[in-house]
């Protein structure tokens, strides 16, 4: 029966969940955006434009500048530099501490 009828598969119900979205913080951000437009309102700005040419500002500053990835990599060049100091002199001073131990256990 199977050959002359193949079971046939449903297809798979489309199920997306948005990876990133967080209902807090959207609900956050419109009671600022009301609140910023009341606060407009109250002053008598044009429906909050020093606000919101303040928060585009802030939204696309960025700390990269000429020269920033060759900063990065000279200060974490700089603390492993230290890091590798402080285990040599910690193995010296583990090698000495032994060699004491060793020499006075001899004796």
Known sequence: MSIL???VREPRGWDFRPRYYDPE???RKELLEKRRLERAKETG???GENSRTERKREEHYTTLHRGS???A???NFQMKDKARSKSRI???LAL???LV???YWLM
């Open 90 to 92: 910690a193995f010296w």
């Open 5 to 7: 009828f193949p079971q």
């Open 96 to 98: 000495l501490v032994m």
């Open 45 to 47: 700005e044009k429906d």
């Open 73 to 75: 990599h000279e200060a």
């Open 25 to 27: 913080k959207e609900r």
């Open 69 to 71: 990835f060759r900063e």
């Open 101 to 103: 131990f060793c020499f």
